[in-house]
């Protein structure tokens, strides 16, 4: 025992040997010394986040123009086929990306990873602006979710750049700015798309603008990044470099120490029981209901933004709604907006006096019960129609609204899961039941407007002749997704913990 009390010490120390000019280290000489709040960095984590989530959603209201004007569908009922792919790509790359991205974080330091993503969206999101063909906007919009590997190190970085008391507020920081690029993203694209349409009296069909019509919100948002990655510049590193050949005598080390300690059993009994407690987690009932609750939600998120974007614009002779890009921005940016004060007013009191099980079966309901009247609102015209279609785009994401990469403001029934999911394990497995849950959801949401637009084109085709008109079943099928995952909150597949009770 006097040769493991020895060693112990050792152990302990030699883990934190970094290198000579750590900046890890460095960072933390400065946050010992300044105890305030690091305005400045904070500031440039907001910027970079908010930059580099503007890209996601800021394509759905012009894509069903953009899929018409590349000419790749034969018949404009196909339409929605193929801009399901283009709507997927994104998630797709996301999803075989994250966990590599993750890693490199890990190993080479987070302001890396940060500065090759902004100048990913730089890069490709202005080449998906000048897309020619179909395949070079599925290419440019895939290389981009690929490449833009911020979603898990700005989390990382944003609770490392500051002392532990302002964690909280550096990961709200993160999630504000996405809730906001969600907001102003579909804002810019609808507003700013055909610009030589839509404002002949600044943009002519000869310029550049006119010849590449989708060009201009893609420019914003990419100079737009190109002064984040200027920020970048100053964003300090927070990843500690370590020796590795002490790291290498260390690891040793502990392992004559678990030998020494042995007799008392503390540190294998410990190893163990982590190992087994890891094993354990796909076998956890509550953690896996509360998971499988998140990916059917975020399935029915993201099939749901697809399918109304191309609905809203859709030629009435398909039962659409004949809008313009300009409406579906106004609609999706109001949504955001709604969505932002819900989670910010509301929801705290709802979950505070009525628990998180009850409203999100309230807003799962209410949900199935608002989409239920969507296709009845091709029957409106004019301003009627504008002011209607806004409140329920509105209500319906207040109900339900997805997370976009993982961590945005949240409606309802996604806080809900997520909540749900964390409680469901102690709190040494929850960045493992997070990160299962990140996957399976990444690739439910890789999948989701796909399948959205392979049924909106298969419902345009089918307007007649079945018993329901098509797009009664387009909506009839998204509820039923929603009342799948319903029925998932009730015994016995989802039963609550203690805690929750």
Known sequence: MAAGAVAAPLLAKGRRVCKEGCPGCRLDQINKTNTGVPYLNFFYVWVVCLCAALPIQSLFPYLY???????????????????????????????????????????????????????????????????????????TRGLLGLLCGILGPIKAYASEVCRKEHQALGISLVTSSRSIALITGPAIGGFLARPAKKYPNLFSEESIFGRFPYFLPCLVISALAAAAGVACIWLPETLHMYHDEKMEAIDAMGAQVTDLNIEDGKANQLGSDRMASTKSLLKNRQLMSAITLYCVF???????????????????????????????????????????????????????????????????????????????????????????????????????????????????????????????????????????????????????????????SWAQKNITGLFLPGDHILFFMLNMVSVIGLSLTFKPFFSMTSVMK
């Open 65 to 139: 123009f953009m899929i018409r004007d590349l000419k790749v569908a034969k018949q404009e009922e196909d339409i929605g086929f193929y801009a399901g792919f283009v709507g997927a790509a994104y998630f797709l790359g996301r999803t075989t990306s994250a966990v590599p991205w993750g890693m490199f974080a890990d190993k080479y330091g987070r302001k890396p990873c940060i500065m090759i993503s902004i100048l990913s969206v730089i890069v490709f999101n202005t080449l998906f602006g000048l897309s020619t063909t179909y395949w070079m906007a599925i290419i």
């Open 298 to 456: 975020s399935l029915h998120d993201t099939a749901y933004l697809e399918i109304f974007s191309l609905w809203a614009v859709s030629s009435r002779k398909y039962r659409g709604l004949s809008l313009t890009s300009q409406d579906v921005g106004t609609a999706l940016a109001i949504s955001g907006f709604g969505v932002l004060v819900y989670q910010l007013v509301i929801y705290p009191l709802l979950a505070k006096y009525a628990g998180l099980i009850k409203p999100f079966r309230f807003a799962a309901v209410l949900s199935i019960l608002l989409l239920t009247t969507y296709p009845f609102l091709s029957n409106l015209y004019g301003v009627e129609l504008k002011v209607l279609i806004n409140i329920a785009s509105l209500l319906k994401n207040m109900f339900a609204e997805s997370l976009a990469y993982s961590f945005v403001a949240l409606a309802t029934i996604t806080v809900a899961c997520n909540i749900l999911q964390n409680t469901a394990v102690i709190q040494e497995q929850r960045g493992v039941a997070n990160g299962i849950s990140v996957t399976l959801m990444s690739i439910f949401k890789a999948v989701a407007p796909a399948a959205g637009g392979i049924l909106f």
